[in-house]
């Protein structure tokens, strides 16, 4: 038996999330479906991390066993022809040692959020990031995630149905940027809480709008209470953009 690690960019939008479940399509049903069908096995997919319905991946990694014997590349490409139409593609497919797993070998996990800050609607981008019409201060936006970075007890950008053991994270990275008629949020730490991303940047947003200052975005994380959340930002402008591994 071999352990294969796969290299998958995804759009969620047709989907329930990654993880496979009863009641609708998952991107991890898509994929075991095509190995299945490719290579007779049960195969099992466990992933760096989970993506909720909506949410995009560029490079999300997960691992897989198999009996047979079979070369990366060929796996590869027998699972993106059997993936069609589905909008996920395996973009890199290597053998790794039997102690390697996507999810509890990794040390790192980032995210990027795409903001659309203009007032036409969304023609090419529709699903793929969330349009904001009003003007946004992306610097301000930065100075005030700044207040995130470092340990912290997460609580208010916590999803109630968070399935962690703790709300206490630390966040590595949480920067803002803009280009052209987009807001950038990238975000950095070894794992993150259900939601923590999209809820923090509901609240960036209220900053770049000039509703909150950073005063009230560490006010909100001081509370610890959820009710202190400004907004929870859409699922559609969220990106898993790499999994870090020594």
């Excluded at 207040?147 to 950008?157: N, P």
């Excluded at 052209?180 to 209220?206: D, K, P, T, Y």
Aim: negative net charge.
């Amino acid at each position: 038996m071999k352990r294969f690690a796969l290299t998958i960019e995804f759009d969620g939008g047709p989907f329930m999330g990654w993880q496979r479940q009863a009641h609708g399509p998952s991107v991890q049903q898509a994929i075991e479906d095509a190995i299945g069908k490719m290579t007779g096995e049960d195969a099992v997919l466990h992933a760096a991390g989970r993506t909720d319905a909506g949410v995009h991946a560029l490079a999300m990694r997960a691992h897989t066993e198999l009996d047979k014997t079979i070369e990366p590349f060929r796996l590869m490409e027998g699972i993106n022809a059997l993936l069609r139409p589905h909008p996920v593609a395996i973009l890199d497919c290597v053998i790794v040692p039997d102690d390697w797993h996507a999810r509890f070998s990794c040390i790192g996990r980032a995210y990027e959020y795409r903001i659309a800050n203009r007032r036409a609607p969304l023609a090419l981008e529709a699903g793929q990031a969330w349009r904001i019409p009003q003007p946004l201060d992306a610097e301000a936006m930065h100075g005030a995630a700044q207040r995130l970075i470092g340990l912290h007890d997460f609580t208010t950008f916590r999803s109630v149905h968070c399935q962690s053991d703790s709300p206490v994270k630390t966040l590595d990275q949480l920067d803002v940027r803009r280009e052209g008629e987009h807001v950038i949020i990238e975000a950095a730490a070894r794992s993150f809480l259900h939601h923590q991303v999209r809820s923090m940047v509901g609240c960036l947003a209220q900053v770049g709008l000039g509703r909150w200052s950073a005063d009230d975005l560490q006010a909100a994380l001081e509370a610890k209470d959820r009710a202190a959340l400004a907004l929870n930002a859409p699922p559609e402008g969220l990106y898993f953009v790499r999994a870090v591994y020594p």
